[in-house]
């Protein structure tokens, strides 16, 4: 049966794009499929994180996947450092990876800046621990937005490399060696707003490190942070088009007209079918109304779950627990196929 998994990094600041291009899918996805939902802190200190706001931070994405309606009980939510076969499955595929391979993965350019002799170590490995976190599960199914494909892809050639390089092994191991052991694991970008652009400049991504907390909308802001953010949001200064193709070249109103279709849960087509020939003096006001409607129960409700950490702390536990079980299996075939003794 095909498993689900997917992770947010605990690096504060969840933002809007983190909500409509991963959680609220991690929430949909749920219906019909077992779903393994993960706070990696292990990702997240590849940059430096003081060790004082990381436990609130993963207390924090926790919380938010259970406002969003993640169901802890059905599926599987716990925090990546609590599974220790994570960065043990990760140090097997930092063999199998190449530097090649890695060199030219473009987040860890972005990440690093001009500056790469100062990078951690992790934060180039990063996407061999994000192959563990799937493969370990053995998971097909990975919803995230557009900006992770290529760590997927990734994750796809060393699965692929695992199992043509230790083909006799595997099958020595029982495993069909046409099959592979490791499945490859498909990117799920196909949502509304796969990729949320900044409020700042629709050409850049909406994300957790901009300086200018104006660029996104924060899953803990209030009501009027929302409305004041929606209402500076940048725009040019024509009316809104009738068509879709009115939007291409105007990133900014594309942007907004999209994140309104992906919290209203409809179609760009749909929203210009009643905004088209609109100012933005008009769509802005009611953008901030539906950003407030949607996002201020998920605010209140995280905020309550954070007054009661114990809670969280217990959800993580269970989770992690169950997470290890699996985890472990597939690591015991793991050394097995590498040759690793087990005598113990
Ligand atoms: P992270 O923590 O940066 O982001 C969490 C999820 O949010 C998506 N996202 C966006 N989607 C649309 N528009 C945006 N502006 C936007 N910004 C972020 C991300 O694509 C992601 O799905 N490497 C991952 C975490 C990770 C992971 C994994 C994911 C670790 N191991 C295994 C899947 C499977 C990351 O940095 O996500």
């Known amino acids: 049966k095909p498993l689900v998994f997917s992770g947010v990094q ?4 969840l933002h809007l794009g983190n909500y409509l291009g991963a959680i609220k899918r991690f929430v949909e996805m749920q219906a019909h499929h077992d779903c393994i939902y993960c706070v990696v802190d292990q990702h997240a200190i590849t940059v430096w994180q003081n060790p004082a706001d990381l436990k609130k931070q993963i207390r924090e994405v926790t919380a938010a996947f259970l406002a969003a309606g ?5 599926h599987v939510v716990f925090n990546q450092s609590q599974v220790p076969e994570h960065a043990e499955l990760a140090w097997v595929f930092n063999c199998v990876a190449r530097m090649g391979w890695l060199n030219r993965m473009t987040q860890f350019k972005e990440k690093a800046g001009k500056d790469r002799e100062n990078a951690s170590v992790g934060l180039f490995a990063y996407p061999t621990l994000m192959a563990a976190d799937i493969l370990v599960y053995r998971a097909t199914m990975v919803p995230v937005g557009e900006d992770q494909k ?3 892809e990734l994750a796809r050639d060393i699965a692929q ?18 099959e592979g052991f490791f499945p490859l694991p498909e990117p799920l970008t196909q949502g509304p707003a796969p990729r949320v652009m900044s409020l700042r400049d629709g050409t850049k991504k909406m994300s957790k490190s901009d300086p200018s907390d104006y660029s996104r909308i924060n899953l ?20 809104l088009p009738s068509e879709v193709a009115g939007l291409s070249g105007r990133a900014d109103a594309d942007n907004l007209v999209t994140i309104y279709a992906a919290l209203a849960g409809t179609t760009r087509e749909a929203v210009l079918a009643e905004f088209g020939g609109a100012q933005f003096s008009a769509f802005k006001p ?8 949607v996002l ?35 690591m015991d075939d793991v050394k097995d196929i590498v040759g690793f003794l087990r005598s113990r």
């Open 286 to 293: 009611a953008l901030a109304d539906l950003a407030v409607a």
């Open 150 to 152: 290529q760590h997927l």
């Open 296 to 330: 201020a129960p998920i605010n209140r409700h995280m905020r309550e779950l954070m007054d009661d950490p114990a809670h969280i702390d217990a959800v993580l536990a269970d989770g992690s627990e169950r997470a290890g079980a699996i985890a472990a299996k597939v």
């Open 70 to 74: 993640i169901d802890p009980k059905a």
């Open 161 to 178: 490399k695992f199992n043509n390089d230790f083909r006799d092994s595997v099958a020595a191991a029982g495993f069909d060696p046409d």
């Open 10 to 13: 605990p690096t504060g600041n």
């Open 220 to 239: 803990t802001d209030d009501q009027d942070t929302i409305a004041q953010k929606v209402r500076k949001a940048r725009t040019d200064s024509e009316p």
